[in-house]
């Protein structure tokens, strides 16, 4: 069973280098076909913005990388929750 783990660990690193190739292949085919425009490609980039900023933040901790994983999941969880309650209440005001 040991020998198996790291052929496991590996075979899904690779599916998700491959997940994320094929994602950059066709964000910049429909880039350049003119279907989507930049902000909304530019946008999916978002996250590797905020795990930089959350990564240089946690360089002094003893595991930064780690920190800054962390600190991503939960300035984006608590982004995405902001939004929520945000279009909520424009939605119950009515603008």
Do not use: D, N, Q
């Amino acid at each position: 069973m040991e020998g198996i783990v790291p052929i496991a660990i590996w075979l899904s690193l690779a599916l998700v280098a491959v997940g994320l190739l094929v994602i950059v292949v066709f964000g910049i085919k429909s880039l350049a076909s003119g279907k989507h425009r930049p902000w909304s490609i530019a946008a999916m980039l978002l996250p590797l913005v905020v795990f930089g900023i959350c990564y240089a933040i946690s360089l002094g901790t003893p595991e930064p990388a780690t920190t800054a994983m962390i600190l991503t999941a939960v300035t984006l969880l608590a982004a995405g929750v902001i939004a929520i309650v945000l279009t909520g209440v424009k939605g119950l005001i009515g603008f």
